[in-house]
């Protein structure tokens, strides 16, 4: 990441994250003095039963599976 900015470098990070299968998506949000420096993320929405992009500003559904 050597010769980013530090927001280049936050999207490559969460890129690099979503590569390596942390998630199905990765969303990052900053604000810096009551102001949004940096939004974004990437991945899949949902994958069954079709797959659906995740759009930056989605709605994560979440819920415990340990619980169910």
Same mark, same amino acid.
Do not use: N
């Given at each position: 990441?050597?010769?980013?900015?530090?927001? &280049?470098?936050?999207? *490559?990070?969460?890129? &690099?994250?979503l *590569?390596?299968?942390? *998630? /199905?998506?990765?969303?990052?949000?900053?604000? =810096?003095?009551?102001?949004?420096?940096? =939004?974004g993320?990437?991945?899949?929405?949902?994958? &069954?039963? &079709?797959?659906? /992009?995740? =759009?930056?500003?989605?709605?994560?559904?979440? %819920?415990?599976?340990?619980? %169910?």
């Amino acid at each position: 990441m050597e010769g980013k900015s530090g927001w &280049e470098s936050l999207g *490559a990070l969460l890129e &690099e994250g979503l *590569a390596q299968g942390a *998630a /199905p998506a990765i969303e990052g949000w900053v604000a =810096h003095r009551g102001r949004r420096v940096f =939004h974004g993320g990437d991945g899949w929405a949902q994958w &069954e039963p &079709e797959r659906e /992009p995740f =759009h930056v500003g989605m709605f994560f559904d979440l %819920a415990s599976v340990t619980k %169910a």
